[in-house]
Structure formats: structure tokens, C-alpha cells
């Protein structure tokens, strides 16, 4: 008989994602254990400290500090660490400097003969995931970024006030680029089997429904800008997408996600990272699923792998 195994999940990197997924992740009884890793030792025992004095209220489970021999019986190692911008510091400084963070994790990682499936949140996720997945060259499903879930949540989240209908009632999807060049798949986006621009034409509230489109697709795409903006950072709801994530490993869902995952010719695109709806289980990506993209959406897509590669050409040389 197979050994009980505790459902453990490694948080690398305590700020303000790593910590808020921890407690979101604390509440959702996904897992039996929490361990959390950063290099600034202080942050990560407060935050330990402050999140174990919960341990009451949550459903059963284990929250520590740990280091990289918790990544050999980890399920999940979620990568949230990184750098800010130094002062006088460019972005493609910043961004070789990230990417040097997540090779010596994944070579850390594979230290340890961890089987774990690592996913990948820190920014530029698409890169960074890239970057991750050539340093082990596992199957490339076991590399996952966190792409455009949280995207695709903003996008439901404004249809669903937008229409008046309940977000559970939305499925739609953001693809490409975490980032500027992400755009709204309208044409597999839905409410109870309709296409949004069936649905209005049946709802009849809209005066001018393009250009409502126009706008919650905009306001998708910069929602990040605003938040940090008001207040800084974004990580609340970043946070719940990471529990989605992980819940889908954990539990060997496969739930379908628009995760970032390394393309070997779907879409018609290779050797890039992107957000495209993929099937998520306990070995992470299952399959990719292709979608019948029309021309312009395809098309949107191919230029955001075009940004992605261009990001890592530039630190990959
Ligand atoms: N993918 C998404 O949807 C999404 C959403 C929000 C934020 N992010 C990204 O997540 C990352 C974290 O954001 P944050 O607001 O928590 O930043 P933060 O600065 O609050 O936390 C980052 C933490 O990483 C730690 N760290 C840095 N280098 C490390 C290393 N080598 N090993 C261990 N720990 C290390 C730092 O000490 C710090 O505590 C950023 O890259 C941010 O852009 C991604």
C-alpha cells in the first residue's frame, strides 16, 4: 500500500505575493504543509511567525521555514522571488539579474531530485518560465508559469459586472504575454454557450457594445498599472490565481488554465513561453489545448510570442 504523503507546497520568496498566496493557500485546505523560503531571513520568520499564529482557524496544516532540502518531498515549488530595480539599474539589467535568481533555484532544485512541478510567478513570467524550463529540460510540462490566469480573472471579473451576470457564469480567456501585448480571446469567450457579441445583441443594453469591448479589454491590460499606482504592488488576487493553480497540481484536476507553458509547435509556434489554455494535473501540463483561433487572434498571439522572444534573445544572447 502506497505511504500517505503530505500535500506540500514550497513558497520561495515571502513578500507581498509569496506571503499573501501562503495565507490564501493556508485557508483553502489544499495542502498539508506550507513552507516558506526567502534570502532576507528576518522577513521570512515574521511572516511564518504571523501566518502560523492562524494555524487555529485554518483547516489542518503546517505552515515553516524552510530551505532547499524541502524542495526534495515538495508536490509544488512556487517561484515568487524576485529582484526589484536597483537605482541607475535599466530593465534588461534587471531582467538578466532575475534570470540568474530563477537558473541557480532550478539548479538548486534539481539538487535535491525534487519531483515537484515548479511553477513560475515572478516577472517577466513568459521569460522567466523559458528561462527555467532550459535549465532543467524536463518534460515541458512540469515548468509552468502562471501566464495569464490572473489575467483571464480580471477579464471575467469586469465581464460579469459589465453584463450583470455572475462570474461563475463567465468563462473567458486572456491569452499571450503576461504583459502589454496579452489580448482578450473573444472568440472562445462565452456566457451560457454564447459568444459575448450574441449575448449583447440578446441582451440589448449596450448602446455601443465595440466600444464597451474596447474598453474592458483596455482595462484588463492595465489594471496592474493602477493597482500599483493606488498602492504598490498587486497580490491579492494574484494570489487566489496561484491557489487555483496549485489546487488544479495537487489534486490532479485538469482544470483548464491559460498558464505559460513552452510551445513545441501549437498555434503554430515554438520556443516560446506564453499564456494559452492548457490542462492542468498533478504531473502540470497535461496537453495544451488548441483552440480555433480566427485570423486576428492567431495573429495577436503570434506578436506576443514576438515580444516574448525578443525578451529572451536579449538575455540569452
Ligand atoms: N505572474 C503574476 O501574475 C504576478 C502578479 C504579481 C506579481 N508578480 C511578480 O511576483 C514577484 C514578487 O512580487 P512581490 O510583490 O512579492 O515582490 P517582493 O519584493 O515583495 O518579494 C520578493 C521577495 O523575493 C525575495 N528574493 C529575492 N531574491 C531571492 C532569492 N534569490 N532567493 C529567495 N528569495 C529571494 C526578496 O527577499 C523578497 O522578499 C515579482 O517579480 C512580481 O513582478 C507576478
Not at 485554518?58 to 517561484?79: E, F, K, L, M, S
Request: with cysteine.
Amino acid at each position: 500500500m502506497e505511504r500517505w504523503r503530505a500535500r506540500k507546497v514550497v513558497i520561495i520568496g515571502a513578500g507581498a505575493v509569496g506571503s499573501t498566496f501562503a495565507y490564501a493557500l493556508a485557508q483553502s485546505g489544499v495542502a498539508d504543509e506550507i513552507v516558506l523560503t526567502d534570502m532576507d531571513n528576518n522577513l521570512v520568520h515574521g511572516q511564518v511567525m504571523d501566518l502560523a499564529h492562524g494555524l487555529p482557524f485554518y483547516p489542518n496544516v503546517q505552515i515553516n521555514v524552510g530551505d532547499a532540502t524541502d524542495y526534495r518531498d515538495a508536490h509544488v515549488i512556487v517561484i515568487t522571488a524576485g529582484s526589484k530595480q536597483r537605482p541607475g539599474e535599466s530593465r534588461l539589467d534587471l531582467l538578466q539579474r532575475n534570470a540568474r535568481i530563477i537558473e541557480s533555484i532550478m539548479d538548486e532544485i534539481q539538487a535535491q531530485d525534487s519531483n515537484a512541478v515548479v511553477l513560475i510567478v515572478s516577472n517577466p513570467v513568459d521569460v522567466l518560465t523559458y528561462v527555467a524550463q532550459r535549465r532543467v529540460n524536463w518534460p515541458r510540462g512540469r515548468v509552468i508559469g502562471s501566464g495569464t490566469v490572473l489575467d483571464s480573472a480580471r477579464f471575467r471579473y469586469l465581464l460579469s459586472q459589465h453584463c450583470g451576470v455572475s462570474v461563475h457564469n463567465v468563462h473567458a480567456y486572456v491569452l499571450g504575454e503576461h504583459g502589454d501585448s496579452e489580448f482578450a480571446a473573444w472568440s472562445i469567450s462565452h456566457v451560457a454557450g454564447m459568444r459575448f457579441d450574441d449575448y449583447c445583441q440578446m441582451c440589448g443594453d449596450c448602446r455601443d457594445w465595440q466600444a464597451e469591448r474596447r474598453q474592458i479589454e483596455e482595462a484588463v491590460r492595465t489594471s496592474a498599472y493602477h493597482i500599483i499606482n493606488y498602492k504598490g504592488a498587486t497580490y491579492f488576487a494574484v494570489g487566489q490565481a496561484l491557489v487555483r493553480i496549485v489546487s488544479a497540481i495537487v489534486r490532479n484536476e485538469k482544470s483548464v488554465l491559460t498558464v505559460s507553458t513552452v510551445l513545441e509547435g501549437e498555434y503554430g509556434l515554438n520556443n516560446v513561453c506564453l499564456g494559452v489554455p492548457a490542462m492542468v494535473g498533478e504531473a502540470g501540463v497535461d496537453r495544451v489545448i488548441e483552440a480555433d483561433l480566427p485570423a486576428q487572434e492567431r495573429t495577436a498571439l503570434e506578436r506576443s510570442a514576438d515580444v516574448i522572444r525578443e525578451e529572451i534573445a536579449q538575455i540569452t544572447g
